[in-house]
Each structure stands twice: as C-alpha cells, then as structure tokens.
C-alpha cells in the first residue's frame, strides 16, 4: 500500500518505531463487569472488560501497543481532537460460530481504510497488519462478551485521535490510536422497512471534501437534517447531491437499487466511489462482489439521480431497494419522500410480510452465511490465539 509519506513528503516520519504487535503489554482487569442481557444491547452503551491503546509522538515513532481494563482518558481541554474534530473511526464485527470460532469480516479492508482515514486527517502512516494482530489479541481477550445468539455479535470501533494540547490549527504533533468493543444485538431485530427523506437542502458530502473516510466531523452536522426528516415521518435521509440531485448514501450507509433501467435491463445500481462523496463500504463492495458473482443480471456502480428514481417507480420498474452497512448488512426501504410526495418502493411481492425484497433478504443470507461461518469463504477469518 501507497504510504501517507510517499504522496505527502512532509509526513516523513523517519526511522521512528511503527507499531509493533510483538511489543504488546497486557494489563487484565481485577474487576469484570457484569455482562448485559441479550435484550439489553442496545447499539454501543455496552462496553467489554478491556481497551487496545498505542501512541505516537511526533520524532519518537509509536509507543508500546497496550491492552488494558477500558478506562476513561484524561486530556488537556485544549487536545486538539476537541476542537478541530481531528477524528477518524472504524466500525466493524466479531462473531461467533456454531464450534465457538471467533471470527472476524474481512478485517484487513477495515484496517486499509482506516489508514486511509489517518491520511485524510494529516496523520502519519501505521502499520496496519501490526494495528490489526494487536485488535485479533483484545478480540481474544475479551471473547467471552461476544453473544452466542444469532444476529448477535461484537461491535469494534478502533478510533484515532488528535492528541496535540493545543489550539494552533496545525498537524498534530501527537495521536492516540484506540480500540474499544461492544456487545450488540441485530441492528433492526427483524426487517423493518425504512422511510426516507429525500434531502436536497442539506448535504452530507460535496466534491473536494470528506465524503469518502470516516471522520467524526461528516457525522455531527448530519443530526439536525435528520431530526428534519424524523418531523416528516422519515427515519432516514436519502441523502441528495448537487443540481442533478445524484442519489448518494442512505443515513450513513450506503444505497442500492434494483430496478428495470431505461434499457431494459435488470441491473442493480449504486453511486461510483469516483467523484469523493460516497463512502467506500465493506458491505458495498461484498454485495457488488457477491451479486457479480451470481451472474444473474448488470451490476453497476454510477451515478444516478432522484428524476429517474421518480420515473422508474412510477413505470414500475423499480424492485427494490436497500441500505448497506455493518451495522445492519441490509436494510430495506419501502417510501422515498421527495418534497411532501410519498414514492412506494416494492418490498417482495411474493411475500410482502417478509418486510423486504428478494434480492435483499438473498444478500443478507448469504452475507451472515459467511460472517457465522455457515458458508465457507476466504472473507470470515477464524481468529486463533498464539
Ligand atoms: C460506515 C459507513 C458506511 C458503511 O460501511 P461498511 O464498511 O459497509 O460498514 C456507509 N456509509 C457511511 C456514510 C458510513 O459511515
């Protein structure tokens, strides 16, 4: 992979340590916590037992990886990440499979586009394989808080931090990366189809800005709009983009059609990643992946507007459509709202109490297949302690 200092020389960060996994230290905690009941996992207000932390100062490289009892951090109220939202995430899973395998979901792409994510906010280059063996090992530790329960599973958010105690807007000269975990329960516990609001007042992303990595500050701003929709009856934003009003991303997860296009053909369709708006999912490019494997119709990533979305329910030519994330793989939509005008998406004919189309339901099966275990695929990777 292409290293922050190669494309911006001014990141060189010498021949300081990288992060280093075999220089891991592990602290276990003399206080478990009482873990919650199934029921009670909600989405992230339960945490586990343990934290992943590793620092980097600026000429001095990394500090020692450090697996310790989760904990709360004491910062300067002028650290930088709390004024200039010097912020990036990830957001990704652990899972348990019938024979007690911990297993994780293509966790390198994760660790990728976090790296990416680092660049984005003027960050300097890590090693991901080394960030990725030290999370596998808190994933281990903390093995017993992921739910035996299927569609249950163990949220990971690995962050990273401007840690710079000071209000110069410059690069950081210093950065936490940490990673804390959390029981959780499916997303929408059966398929609840989704209503949205279609906004063309309010953006998300633009060209030229962040659309396209995980930074804290694209999430903030998007909370007001979606109060906006909530007042329409709306659950979620469809979220609209420039004069052509391009369909982009659904909340924050991204969006698919499928539909008869213009020619005729089935074809499944989601915006490019090229113009910088849409966030590269891990759950976008297995669905494209999967579906182009089934060879059944045209899978297509580009762009495509409200205006044919309008006219394609209104000929009948739209099946169906979804969002896609980790959170909850897929969720299906069944109302667009576009200025006070209710647009019917099709959920399954055949079986509309299913709350979700066919193509939906068929990806979500074959994506929790692989996840749990159920399907053989290179994707799911048994985690094994060394
Ligand atoms: C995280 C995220 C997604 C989904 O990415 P996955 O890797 O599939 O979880 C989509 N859109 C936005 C805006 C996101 O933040």
Redesign the pocket.
Known sequence: MEKNSEIYPFLEKGEFPDIDSTKLKIELTKNPKKKPEPDAMKFGINFTDHMLEVDWIKDQGFSAPRILPYHNFQMDPATMVLHYSVEGFE??KAYKDKNKNVRLFRPE??MK?FLNTAKRLALPDFNPDELLKCLEKLVLIDADWIPEKEDFSLYIRPTIIGTTPALGLRTPTSMKIYVILSPVGPYFSAFKPLKLWAEDEYC?AWVGGT?NA?LGG??GPTLLPGMKALEKGCEQILWLYGPEKKIT?VG???LFGFWKNKDGEDELITASLDDGL???????DSILTLARGWGEFKVSEKDWNIEELMEAVKENRMYEMFG????AIVSPINVINFHGQEYKIPLDPDDPNSGAGKITKRIKKEIIGIQYGEIEHPWSVILKDK
């Open positions: 957001g990704m792409q994760n586009r998300r659309g995980k694209n999430y991303e924050a997860m991204n849409i966030l590269p999912g891990i759950t976008r896609a994330g980790t959170a």
